[in-house]
């Protein structure tokens, strides 16, 4: 009798432990979460994960019949998430900030993409940014520059990153031609003399892509022609420069100086201050205009002004090269300003940016000055350069 009753004990403490295992196992990692709270955790990351998903798809260089679909399927996804699920978008290009960035009001900038354009057209062409406040004063200051010199010429614009078309057109709601479709409306308003003036800082891969998909629009107008781009012929050695040049490195120093408060770039380096602009950077040949960029400094006695650049192409314009070289020089205060038409992406993120890999990073965590400034301006906006501009315009039209 004793040993069934301490059987039955057994079975019984047995049992209990059992199903106590098994409440366990169902129980949620975190203590004091719901099945409710990890449920709803879930959703919230599936949504967010759709929306990347729709972000990812519009992240491409090429336009189809179904961007732009795509780009107001992504927006209206973005939009239909709360706050908390905005937060945990995250795909290969997507994250929160693409839609919910603050670059400014997009209403101060005219996309120029109106037909009646006329018999004559100037279409100013740009790589573009996303960054609406660049937008209305880099790529429209130039254009109003030469709307105002050429009042007799319509200007129209395109832009060659169809990956930033589609950002601006899902999140704004704003149509940005790319060439092609500048072209077409071109043709099918008639026009008959066509000036392609690009933005572009040089003769670089973006000029070439432009001036192959022009050649093919060739026989449509009765005449055609490309302007120069900012710097320029780019020239065969590392020393050749030029008046373009002269003009660029003149303008974009002189607007540093000022914006840093000092009278003069001998003021400026009295108080130990070096001056770094930062260029994209690129594998063409077309990289040897930033050592030309270096040496039109040299030449015109700019001691303490560094050329680099976030592709690190040519090597010494790599951030660590021009930190070293900087810091060999005796400097110990430093302004950070871009060398590109736009202040976009790369002079908010990549040069300004918080993080860890950005120039001023990385200035800072040399250890090597006791300041580092920034200044978040593009070349578009410089009055000086906006004549240049006008003035290689000149060159083709005459």
Not at 2 to 17: G, Q
Not at 48 to 59: G, P, T
Not at 269 to 287: C, D, I, L, N, Q
Request: with cysteine; net charge negative; hydrophobic share 40%.
């Amino acid at each position: 009798m004793k040993k069934k009753i301490l059987a039955l004990l057994l079975s019984a403490v047995l049992a209990t432990s059992m199903l106590a295992g098994c409440g366990e196992a169902k129980a949620p990692k975190n203590e004091g979460e719901t099945k409710e709270e990890t449920t709803s955790e879930d959703a919230d990351k599936k949504a967010a994960d759709e929306v990347a998903k729709l972000i990812d798809a519009i992240y491409v260089q090429e336009r189809t019949e179904n961007t732009d679909a795509q780009c107001k399927a992504a927006r209206e996804a973005w939009d239909s998430l709360t706050d908390a699920q905005k937060e945990l978008v995250e795909g290969e290009e997507a994250d929160p900030d693409y839609f919910g960035r603050d670059t400014g009001d997009a209403s101060l900038d005219d996309v120029l993409n109106a037909d009646g354009i006329g018999e004559n057209e100037i279409l100013v062409v740009s790589f573009g940014t996303s960054f609406n406040d660049s937008r209305a004063k880099d790529i429209s200051g130039i254009e109003k520059a030469i709307a105002a010199a050429y009042p007799d010429w319509s200007v129209r614009r395109a832009f060659t990153a169809q990956i930033i078309i589609n950002h601006v057109q899902a999140r704004e709601g704003v149509a940005i031609d790319n060439v092609e479709q500048a072209l077409d409306r071109a043709v099918s308003n008639g026009v008959k003399n066509l000036v392609i003036q690009p933005t572009h800082l040089m003769h670089g891969a973006e000029y070439d892509e432009m001036k192959e998909i022009v050649d093919k629009y060739a026989d449509k107008f009765e005449s055609v022609a490309i302007s120069e781009p900012l710097l320029g012929t780019v020239g065969s050695t590392a020393d050749e420069v030029n008046e373009d040049k002269k003009i660029v490195a003149t303008a974009v120093t002189a607007e540093a100086i000022k914006e840093a408060g000092f009278d003069s770039l001998d003021a400026a380096k009295e108080a130990g201050v070096a001056f770094v602009f930062m260029g994209h950077g690129t594998s063409h040949t077309a990289k040897i205009s930033y050592t030309q960029m270096q040496k039109q400094m040299a030449d015109l006695g700019y001691d303490n002004v560094w050329i680099g650049t976030v592709e690190g192409e040519p090597e010494e314009t790599a951030c660590e090269s021009v930190i070293e070289a900087v810091a060999a020089a005796g400097y110990k205060k430093v302004v950070l300003r871009p060398l590109m038409v736009v202040a976009g992406d790369h002079a908010n993120n990549d040069m300004a940016g918080d993080d860890d890999d950005s120039w001023k990073s990385m200035f800072v965590a040399s250890n090597k000055f006791d300041s580092v400034d920034t200044q978040i301006s593009g070349l578009g906006r410089i009055v000086d350069l906006q004549n240049l501009y006008i003035a290689h315009l000149a060159e083709v039209i005459k």
